[in-house]
T-cell receptor
Framework: AQTVTQSQPEMSVQEAETVTLSCTYD???????LFWYKQPPSRQMILVIR??????QNATENRFSVNFQKAAKSFSLKISDSQLGDAAMYFC???????????FGKGTKLTVNP | NAGVMQNPRHLVRRRGQEARLRCSPM?????VYWYRQLPEEGLKFMVY????????ESGMPKERFSAEFPKEGPSILRIQQVVRGDSAAYFC?????????????????FGNGTRLTVT
């Protein structure tokens, strides 16, 4: 069974600084996807970034980028130039190729200080 | 194009009552997924439905929980004889195809969830 572990229950960052959220996963599959979702107080789940396991290049979406270390089964999220609106719960998730079932970590609460 | 709509936003039930949670997928989406988020936890998969079919219910508790997605109307998650442990946020997500992970766009579109409180 797949598992996703987020070892940082809470993190904080100063506005305009950079922060990295950690995530490790465990899977026996060779084909899978990894995701970071943001959940603001409104509770909506917003996809931040995703990575296909077969791609070696790290995914990037504007200020958000990942460090995907496949051998180490690590998938960290880097937020550059942090903004107040980045404050939220961040969930790492994985899925098997061709499966719609996502397995989520317990989340990291990110606080952005002005 | 409206997103995934869930209602009610908040639902309070006494122990033993029934809870009915509704989810209208995005327009053009025929695949619906239900997830449950317990306090201080991530989301956990419950069930995957297509129109009139349950495709995967491996995450559903064996008793008291059921889900449907009729040909017409929203998907319904029904919890009978609720207990305090059912208190959680229930999220619905939809996708337009059977293998959303291959889509260029966001694989799953989530609703804002229904927070169920059992007193």
């Amino acid at each position: 069974a797949q598992t996703v572990t987020q070892s940082q229950p809470e993190m904080s960052v100063q506005e305009a600084e950079t922060v990295t959220l950690s995530c490790t996963y465990d899977t026996s599959e060779s084909d899978y996807y990894l995701f970071w979702y943001k959940q603001p107080p409104s509770r909506q789940m917003i996809l931040v970034i995703r990575q296909e396991a077969y791609k070696q290049q790290n995914a990037t979406e504007n200020r958000f980028s990942v460090n995907f270390q496949k051998a180490a089964k690590s998938f960290s999220l880097k937020i550059s130039d942090s903004q107040l609106g980045d404050a939220a719960m961040y969930f790492c998730a994985s899925s098997q190729g061709g499966s719609e079932k996502l397995v989520f970590g317990k989340g990291t609460k990110l606080t952005v200080n002005p | 194009n409206a997103g995934v709509m869930q209602n009610p936003r908040h639902l309070v039930r006494r122990r033993g009552q029934e809870a009915r949670l509704r989810c209208s997928p995005m327009k053009g989406h025929s695949h619906v997924y239900w997830y449950r988020q317990l306090p201080e936890e991530g989301l956990k998969f419950m069930v995957y439905l297509q129109k009139e079919n349950i495709i995967d219910e491996s995450g559903m508790p064996k008793e008291r929980f059921s889900a449907e997605f009729p040909k017409e109307g929203p998907s319904i998650l029904r919890i009978q004889q609720v207990v305090r442990g059912d208190s959680a946020a229930y999220f619905c997500a939809s996708s337009p195809q059977s293998d959303p992970l291959w889509s260029y766009n966001s694989p799953l579109h989530f609703g804002n969830g229904t927070r169920l409180t059992v007193t």
